[in-house]
């Protein structure tokens, strides 16, 4: 599986974003795709995941209720909506899928849990 993360960019405070995370090869319908993001000198944490059957999400509490993952199997592609950006959410943001798809639900915050990552896309919000 092959990721390409994009829709990165410059943004002031209360802005939006969207990411996309779009994926060649199998269809991204069978995984779970998460995102994740990461600044210097840092460690990788997570961001929102949804799980293989579509039905079930997962936010850390920093993003929930502005974050929005969502995904079109038809363009093989994740989303990550990103709205009411705030500076602190400035990182390189990663889309990584679990293949094959073991992770169970409880396990999507895991990033061990993940086998296939995308490039990074930067995000920087100025206040």
């Known amino acids: 599986v092959q990721l390409q993360a994009s829709g990165g960019g410059e943004v002031q405070s209360g802005g939006s974003l969207r990411l996309s995370c779009a994926a060649s090869?199998?269809?991204?319908?069978?995984?779970?795709v998460a995102w994740f993001r990461q600044t210097p000198g840092k460690e990788r944490e997570f961001v929102a995941a949804i799980f293989r059957s579509g039905m079930s999400t997962s936010y850390a509490d920093s993003v929930k209720g502005r974050f929005t993952i969502s995904r079109d199997n038809a363009k093989n592609t994740v989303y990550l909506q990103m709205n009411s950006l705030k500076p602190e959410d400035t990182a390189v943001y990663y889309c990584a899928v679990d293949a094959p798809p073991l992770l169970i639900l409880s396990d999507m915050r895991r990033m061990t849990g993940y086998d296939y990552w995308g490039q990074g896309t930067l995000v920087t919000v100025s206040s």
């Open positions: 090869g199998p269809s991204i319908s069978r995984y779970t």
